[in-house]
Nanobody, 120 residues
Framework: QVQLVESGGGLVQAGGSLRLSCAAS????????MGWFRRAPGKDREFVAA????????YDTDSVRGRFTISRDNAKNTMYLEMNSVKPEDTAVYYC?????????????WGQGTQVTVSS
């Protein structure tokens, strides 16, 4: 049974930092490209960032570039999203996702999400 479990969400003040984690089980983690998406209240799901199986290639959306850093530790079957200089518009439920082999933006597996709320 595949499980992606996010953690690390919470309430943070604007300008602060937060680190999200995504722990994977039931898959060979190093075979999967991984990514983060988010859904803000009343909005569609939005791509945030992704990285390749080995972590050597990363992709992110303009709105988080320079503020968020995606990384992974294949020995721990875990992916991270370091969020710095957060803004109220970063408030959303953040989801991790896994796609076999190469990131194409069409992941197979999803986590349940973790809420991030940024206060102004």
């Amino acid at each position: 049974q595949v499980q992606l479990v996010e953690s690390g969400g919470g309430l943070v003040q604007a300008g602060g930092s937060l680190r999200l984690s995504c722990a994977a089980s039931g898959i060979i983690f190093s075979h999967y490209a991984m990514g983060w998406f988010r859904r803000a209240p009343g909005k569609d799901r939005e791509f945030v960032a992704a990285l390749s199986r080995g972590g050597g290639s990363t992709y992110d959306t303009d709105s988080v570039r320079g503020r968020f850093t995606i990384s992974r530790d294949n020995a721990k079957n875990t992916m991270y999203l370091e969020m710095n200089s957060v803004k109220p518009e970063d408030t959303a439920v953040y989801y991790c996702a896994a796609e076999l082999t190469t990131w194409r933006g069409r992941p197979t597996y999803w986590g349940q999400g973790t809420q991030v709320t940024v206060s102004s």
